[in-house]
């Protein structure tokens, strides 16, 4: 089925978030005693809600996006190029500058967004955002209303899953397992927030995003049994 999804209707994309603020006592009384109870059934007991912060990003409502990068198909053969963009910085701001590129040129029913995990993390997290910052949503996020069939979603992760629901694999091992080049990156997920607060190195951060959707976009090919890209075919814009 998914080999015959046109490669240039779908969106690739990755998000990278971080808690609200730089620590838990900077943020609001009614908010860390919101975050306590939010965090209790995750955090062991060991953990307080203010050692447990540190992965408040993880969550819409103690989190914030601080970068997304998004990967589209031109061309088809040996033409064929993976054009990479990103929005970073203020959260409004580039939720804004993403929201205009899906109503620009992402907006047809045809049109697909796709991601790993994208369906339980990154879909639903901008969103959330978006209707936070009072911005409307574009009609590939706004799923009220719409069938099963009807959301235009992929996700990496479910396709791997074959219908094993209770299975998780991560996108580096996926990439792994499918032979798939692994860029040398010099941060994972867990690192991204002290390098945003600690190092305030944002690029840094936003090269990583980006090299996971080229990733994603990979992953993607392979699952269609297709040859993978070349480093040529890969063009940031």
Same mark, same amino acid.
């Given at each position: 089925?998914?080999?015959?999804?046109?490669?240039?209707?779908?969106?690739?994309?990755?998000?990278? #978030?971080?808690?609200?603020?730089?620590?838990?006592?900077?943020?609001?009384?009614?908010?860390?005693?919101?975050?306590?109870?939010?965090?209790?059934?995750?955090?062991?007991?060991?953990? #307080?809600?203010?050692?447990?912060?540190?992965?408040?990003?993880?969550?819409?409502?103690?989190?914030?996006?601080?970068?997304?990068?998004?990967?589209?198909?031109?061309?088809?053969? +040996?033409?064929?190029?993976?054009?990479?963009?990103?929005?970073?910085?203020?959260?409004?701001?580039?939720?804004?500058?993403?929201?205009?590129?899906?109503? #620009?040129?992402?907006? $047809?029913?045809?049109?697909?967004?796709?991601?790993?995990?994208?369906?339980?993390?990154?879909?639903?997290?901008?969103? $959330?955002?978006?209707?936070?910052?009072?911005?409307?949503?574009?009609?590939?996020? +706004?799923?009220?209303?719409?069938?099963?069939?009807?959301?235009?979603?992929?996700?990496?992760?479910?396709?791997?899953?074959?219908?094993?629901?209770?299975?998780?694999? +991560?996108?580096?091992?996926?990439?792994?397992?499918?032979?798939?080049? +692994?860029?040398?990156?010099?941060?994972?997920?867990?690192?991204?927030?002290?390098?945003?607060?600690?190092?305030?190195?944002?690029?840094?951060?936003?090269?990583?995003?980006?090299?996971?959707?080229?990733?994603?976009?990979?992953?993607?090919?392979?699952?269609?049994?297709?040859?993978?890209?070349?480093?040529?075919?890969?063009?940031?814009?």
């Amino acid at each position: 089925m998914i080999a015959k999804v046109p490669l240039g209707n779908i969106l690739f994309l990755d998000i990278e #978030t971080v808690p609200q603020a730089v620590a838990y006592d900077q943020l609001p009384g009614e908010a860390r005693e919101l975050f306590a109870l939010k965090t209790q059934y995750q955090r062991k007991e060991e953990y #307080t809600a203010e050692e447990f912060y540190e992965r408040a990003g993880i969550w819409a409502e103690f989190g914030k996006v601080i970068c997304i990068s998004v990967g589209y198909f031109q061309g088809t053969g +040996s033409n064929r190029k993976l054009r990479i963009r990103s929005f970073s910085g203020e959260e409004r701001q580039l939720l804004l500058e993403f929201r205009d590129l899906l109503d #620009t040129y992402f907006n $047809r029913p045809q049109h697909l967004l796709c991601a790993h995990n994208g369906k339980e993390f990154d879909f639903p997290y901008l969103a $959330r955002r978006m209707v936070i910052h009072g911005i409307a949503l574009p009609s590939r996020l +706004s799923l009220f209303g719409k069938k099963p069939w009807e959301v235009p979603h992929l996700d990496t992760m479910e396709l791997w899953k074959f219908g094993d629901f209770k299975h998780y694999t +991560s996108l580096k091992l996926l990439a792994h397992v499918l032979g798939i080049p +692994s860029p040398k990156e010099d941060i994972d997920g867990s690192m991204v927030r002290d390098v945003y607060y600690e190092e305030n190195d944002l690029e840094r951060i936003v090269k990583y995003c980006e090299q996971d959707v080229i990733t994603v976009a990979q992953v993607f090919l392979r699952l269609r049994n297709e040859e993978l890209l070349k480093e040529d075919q890969i063009v940031k814009v």
